[in-house]
Each structure stands twice: as C-alpha cells, then as structure tokens.
C-alpha cells in the first residue's frame, strides 16, 4: 500500500511546500516540445524561454534554471512523481532513518538508470549529458531526491542542454525531454519497477546500523566491528571492498553480542570507552582497523563488508596539519610557557607546526562537543605523542611548552569523558596509561591487554611522572561574521566545492584534505552553503559550537534545503565537526573568547 497523503513527513522545506510561482504556472508537456522546436538553431540564452512547470504523463518536469551558455554550470531540472502513481510502500517513510535510507536508494537507482542510457552526447562539449550527485559507499541524508509534505518522490538533477558551439540544438533536447527524462521516471521512480528486495535490504541495514550506533552507550562502547566485516578497500582510491580480503573475528574477550531489528544477533568486537591502543607490526592491519571505526559514523550501503561498523556519532579523527592557520585557539593544555611569551590560551598563527597544528586540531573537536578521539601515529607528530626518558632529561620540562598526548589521554578521559582509540607501534610506553590494548595480525585482532601491562610492570617506567593530571576548562570561542566573507569583488557571495578535498568560499580556498570524515562531494558542497548559513546566525555572542550546532539544528528541521535560496540536488548531510572543522580553516576567520566549565 502506498503511503498516504496526510503522513506528516520527516523533512518538510519550505522551498518545496508553496506553491508553484507564477513563472512555474503548471503548462502542459506539449508546450515544452513547441518551445524547443521553436528555438531550434537560435542562439544558446534562448533556452531560458523553456523555464518552467510541464504537465507529463506520469510525472512533473520542473526546469527551475536553464544555463545560459554551453560551457556554464549545466541546467538545473527536478522530475516529481506523486505518490498514488510511484506506489512505493508504507514502509519506506515509517522512520526517518527508512526515509534517508529510501531517498539514498532512489539516488543510486536515478544513477544507474542514467548509466543505462548510454553516453548520452547530443551536440559539442557537455551537451546533453544527465547527471545526479553520485553516492559513494555511505548512505547519507540528500537533496538530490526529496520527499514532499503530500509524498510525492522528487529528484533533482543536472542536464547539459545540447548545442553545436552556441546554437541551440531544439530537436535534440526534446529527445531529452520526452524520451530520456520518461525512461529515467519509469526505471527508477515507481515501485513496480523496483527490485523489492533490493530496497528492503537497504532500509533494513539502515535500520539495523542507527540501532547498533545507539547501543554503544549503553554498553559503554566506543565503536562496534561485526564478526564477518570486510574491513580493506580495494585501493586507496577505491572505497570499495576488498576482495578476498580476510574477514574480521572478535576477540572472545572484546566480543559482545547485541539483537537488531531485522538481521536478529550479531556479534563483533566492542571497543571500550576509556583509552584503546591498536597496536602490531607494519601491514598488519592496524590503520584499517582505525579508518573503518572513523567511518564508523555514517551507515553503509549493503555489500560494503562495514555495514555492521558503528562508532559514537561524536568520534573524530585528528592529526598533525602542517601549515593551516589558527585562529585565537586555546591550546595551553598541551602547548605553554612559550619563550616568547605568548598567551596559548588565546593561540594564532598564519603557519601553525605539526604540533601546534595537532594541539589545535584537538582543542577544536573538543571545543565542538567530541567524545571519542581517533589518532595514527603515522599522521602525528611525534613531539606531541611522546618525550621519553632520555629527552626528558636532555631537556627539562621548564624548558619543554609541549605537554605530549601521553600525559593528557588519562585526564581527557577522566575529568572530560573523551575517549581515545590510538593506532601506535613506536612506544610502549602507552602502555602504562592504556586501557584496552588490540594487537593486529595478518588482519586479525587479538585482545593483547593482559600482555601489554605484564610487559610494563616488569619494566619501570621510562618516563618522569607527568606535571599536569588535570585538564581542566578552556576557552571556547566566538566568531565574528565580518570574517566570514564568501563575496568576489563587488560580486554577490560565491561558493563552490572541490570534491572532499577543499571548498572554494569567494576569493579564499578552505583545505579540507585533513578533515578524514569529510567522505562525499556533496558533503563539501554542503558545508560550503553551510557557513553562508553559518554566517547568518552569528551575532557576536554566540560560540563557535552554539553557531555550527544550530545550522545543524536547521538542517535536521527543515533539510537540507535550509542552506539554499532554491532546489539544489548536490548536497549531503554533514556533521557539526566537519563545519567546524571548514570554519576553522578559512582564512579569514576572526574570533574572541568567553570562558565556559
């Protein structure tokens, strides 16, 4: 039974609640096709004269922006499906988490429907070329289809509108309209057409993985790793999984067993709160273990091999970042007593160090809310890891700023509640602050904990005794929007994405190549709007964590449409750390403080 059209939906948006506008006044698909005929071999802006609302059998076609040269940002097209003629079922709304998992499904379906089609190339360059944001291996909230209040199936998507240099070519867009555009509604968009198991599956292990998330706390776990899972990828470009790869097996003694929804019992190993190490030899495994608990955060799509890989949703992978800028960062918890005298409660530099940029990263997932931190020791710096004994009496602590992680973990844990799970393979000396200790091999873990604190009682300490066993409060942040300028010129505010890897935010690059949980295109893309939104809701008073936490707040009301002026298809839901984390990086960022417990 197809659902109903007094179901209240999960995400309503303004933007796809009103009416349609005079402008987009329903005309029936006919007029369309006497347009396009009408245009034919005029120049390329006439395509605009297609904008529009157009009545076709099965479904509405919405050109809301048709591109103005060949070579621009192709043009902007939703196809809508109402819900007596999709007849997808009930179920598919029933909880927010059916509808993002539905809505993902429907993309990666439009997707392929798409690559059915062929090539696609009706004229030069681009033209004529389909296109939707395509998903990865994650299954993520989406603007590229929406549900509307009355259950009608939207999707958003791109079309190249098909010229020969800058002459419109009429003939070959209507082909793309009543022939391509159709096809793409009926292998896609409506149920009868659907594999129904296909769907159902993709909903149950969504399902099953926001279950198995939200039972970490309970169980005072950090992260889940199901026996079974295919934890490599096929390549450090490929996020698919592995063939042949070794399947995961929990330790007996880290194995827990939890009942879900739909798969019933699984098993796996958990991962403690407190201070984890993941330690063994090189190739053995242990940086896989730690990328797939940092992707641990989002859902997986079916096949994946980390499906059942769950993470506290406020883990957060941190490194060393040679060279970003620091804005007014408190970071006197591991950096103090420069020579120079600068206050490192209020730090900033233009070129922060490996260990600088380190103590900042951290300092800002904490400030931001994080519970868990994720580190490899490949991607540290080793000054703010560990001083062992003989440094430490080459060079004494009053000559020393720098407080190594090693000293704080412990007091990060017990006076914050933050957790740390800590790839490292140099420094035993870990050892005698760890909790839990994983030893990796041939891709197999072993609960090596008992070992690891045999070795270190049988072995004094290396270390002298930490100076510092409270971390204490910290300066939180607030930004000032003046800083936050997105404008080109005397050109309106400008932002665009640069895969995962960085945004471009009107004249400034944000470097996002450090931020490890940034994972889609469309989450940079989203980011981008986001601190346009982010912007908007400073007023000088508000910290950084209260601005990031209430887009966020919007984006969970209204959808992601909240951050747009109009439908944009290429977005995907992000967290408040990875906003954070891009506002953090620009470079213009200006900020004060206020003291907070």
Not at 15 to 24: F, Q
Request: proline share 6%; aromatic share 6%; with cysteine.
């Amino acid at each position: 039974m197809a659902w109903g059209l007094s179901r209240k939906p999960y995400h309503t948006c303004p933007l796809i609640n009103i009416p349609i506008m005079a402008r987009e006044t329903m005309q029936p698909a006919g007029r369309l096709r006497e347009t396009l005929r009408r245009i034919d071999g005029r120049g390329y802006k006439a395509y605009r004269d297609c904008e529009g609302a157009y009545a076709f059998d099965g479904f509405t076609l919405l050109i809301d922006h048709a591109q103005a040269d060949p070579f621009a940002t192709p043009s902007r097209v939703r196809v809508r499906v109402e819900a007596d003629v999709a007849g997808f079922p009930a179920r598919c709304l029933s909880t927010k988490t059916r509808e993002v998992a539905f809505r993902d499904f429907l993309a990666r379906a439009f997707a392929a429907a798409i690559d059915s089609l062929g090539p696609g190339r009706r004229g030069s360059g681009k033209s004529g070329q389909i296109a939707i944001a395509r998903p990865g291996q994650e299954v993520l909230e989406r603007s590229s289809v929406v549900v509307t209040p009355a259950g009608a199936v939207e999707v958003r998507f791109t079309v190249g509108l098909p010229a020969r240099g800058r002459t419109v070519l009429g003939r070959e867009a209507e082909a793309i309209f009543f022939q391509d555009v159709p096809a793409l509604v009926r292998a896609s968009l409506l149920y009868a057409a659907t594999d129904a198991d296909a769907l159902d599956r993709h909903l149950a292990v969504s399902e099953d993985a926001d279950h198995l998330r939200a039972a970490l706390k309970d169980r005072s776990l950090v992260a889940f790793v199901a026996d079974g899972a295919v934890l490599p990828r096929a390549s450090g470009v490929d996020d698919r999984p592995l063939r042949d790869a070794v399947p995961f097996v929990s330790p007996p003694s880290l194995r827990v067993t939890v009942d879900l929804p739909n798969r019933g019992r699984v098993t796996g190993m958990g991962v403690p709160a407190g201070i984890t190490l993941i330690v063994g030899g090189g190739f053995h495994g242990k940086s896989t273990l730690l990328r797939a608990i940092e992707r641990g955060i989002y859902t997986h799509i079916p096949g994946d091999g980390r499906e059942y890989v769950v993470a506290d949703p406020a883990a957060v992978k941190v490194r060393a970042e040679d060279g970003r800028r620091v804005e007014r960062v408190d970071i006197s918890p591991f950096i103090s007593g420069l020579p120079d005298g600068r206050d490192t409660r209020a730090f900033s530099t233009e070129n922060a160090s490996g260990s600088t940029s380190q103590a900042a990263n951290i300092m800002e997932a904490l400030e931001t809310g994080a519970r868990v931190l994720l580190i490899d020791e490949d991607t540290a710096a080793t000054n703010m890891m560990i001083r062992d004994r003989r440094m430490q009496e080459l060079v004494a602590d009053e000559q020393e700023p720098i407080t190594p992680f090693i000293d704080r973990a412990q007091s990060l844990y017990r006076d914050l509640g933050v957790s740390t799970v800590l790839v490292i393979g140099g420094s035993g000396d870990y050892f005698d602050i760890a909790d839990t200790v994983i030893s990796m091999q041939a891709y197999r873990p072993e609960d090596a904990t008992a070992r690891a604190k045999a070795i270190a009682s049988r072995h004094a300490p290396d270390r002298l005794a930490s100076r510092k066993d409270v971390f204490g409060t910290f300066r939180r942040r607030v930004p000032d929007a003046g800083s936050i300028d997105a404008s080109k010129g005397r050109r309106e505010e400008k932002v665009a994405a640069d895969g995962v890897r960085g945004i471009r935010f009107g004249v400034h690059d944000v470097d996002l190549s450090a931020v490890a949980q940034v994972v889609d295109p469309a989450q940079t893309a989203a980011i981008a709007h986001a601190l346009l939104r982010a912007k908007r809701l400073m007023d000088g008073k508000k910290t950084l964590d209260e601005v990031v936490r209430a887009v966020a707040a919007e984006v969970a009301e209204d959808g992601l449409d909240a951050l747009t002026p109009h439908p944009v298809g290429g977005l995907a839901a992000f967290r408040p750390f990875e906003l954070a984390a891009a506002m953090n990086r620009l470079r213009t960022l200006r900020a004060g403080q206020k003291m907070y417990p």
